[in-house]
């Protein structure tokens, strides 16, 4: 059990990237660009829920996606924006992010700098749904969305 | 439901601090010291577990307890040191720290710095149980642990 473990963002000692999706591209159409991912915390022993840290490479972006269960995040690194659908935010370290169940969501670096954040989730949770074409059309009805969501 | 919120580590817009311990003191014998605690997140639809933000002043504490629940923590503010008993070690931004079930813990900040740290839990969990005497003496019996105490 490993009860301390030194670390700056996105630099623990002892814990690895994982892969963020098997389907990782660097191709501009691909659903998430430049994402890293380590797992923090849990499921473990006295706790259900899981914390992740996650880094956006600038100019990358994460899945826009939807699920039933609910994200809470922290940034902690870095400089960046985040869809809530329909609300778009710049965000900064401390800035919360709470995505409601249900909810299409992304979050992008700055073209800049990284985008580093802690993301709690319940151990028990459904799989994310992936939005489609009609999704996307659907979202940028709203201009705010749409300039977020780019070409 | 807010979605977004700005803020610094200690200061998010419209969460007030709650109290830490109906029984706080300024006394040198008290349990804690200059503990402050905010609610970031859950329990809420779709997540079963809770996000608090701890901010300890120079020089306090917090309770020396243990419990069946974990805590998982991130320091992201000031200096100070933590006991998972009978492990000891200094901590800063952004060093993690697992406290397992049934384990004695306490933070305590740095003399002349806060701590500030993230502390994870499941919504559903036991109540701590506080150090008595005898457990202290236990405790005691390691010399870095008693160091960490102090008198």
Known sequence: MTRFRKGDAGRWEGIDPE???AG???DPEAPFRGVSRQRLFGPEEGLDAALRYF???PGGWTALERHRHAHAVVVVRGRG???VAP???EVAPFDLVRVPPGTWHQLRAADDAPLG???LVDAERDRPERAGP???EALRADPRV???LRP
């Open 19 to 21: 892969p963020y999706d």
């Open 24 to 26: 990782g591209s660097d």
């Open 55 to 57: 880094e956006v490479e």
């Open 81 to 83: 924006a985040a869809l």
């Open 87 to 89: 609300e778009v935010r």
């Open 117 to 119: 954040f802690l993301c």
């Open 134 to 136: 009609d999704d996307v």
């Open 146 to 148: 749409a300039a977020f």
